[in-house]
Structure formats: C-alpha cells, structure tokens
C-alpha cells in the first residue's frame, strides 16, 4: 500500500475511504460506478468480486470506493 509523510513520521499508511450501498433491485456495477464516478474494477476489487462475474443481489451491501 501507498504511504505519506505526516507530521514527520514516515510509515503513516494511506487508507482508502469507502461509502456504504446497499444493492436495489436494478443496480448494475456499471450503473454505480457512473454513479459514484469510480472504475467498475475498483468496485470490483473492494468487494472481491471475480473479474469474470458482475452479479450482485438486492439487499447486498457494498464497498463503494470514494474519489479523492
């Protein structure tokens, strides 16, 4: 993982931020990634979701990983 300077202490790890959804019937990865403005495949790897698989279920709830 990346790491930052802060404060002067070098090691400081970067942890990602994520927002919570939970799946409605309808949604589609493709469909949150444009709303949320993030890449399919880092929704995809959030949620250990197999490259080769889209599926996901109402009521699921996901790691929508946050824009900085």
Do not use: F, M
Not at 43 to 58: G, H, K
């Amino acid at each position: 993982g990346g790491e930052i300077e802060l404060n002067g202490l070098p090691g400081t790890p970067v942890l990602p931020t994520y927002r919570r959804h939970t799946v409605k019937r309808g949604d589609t990865l493709g469909k949150l990634a444009r709303r949320y403005r993030v890449p399919v495949s880092r929704i995809r790897e959030a949620n250990d979701i197999p490259a080769n698989s889209s599926r996901i279920r109402a009521g699921q709830k996901l790691k929508i990983p946050v824009s900085e």
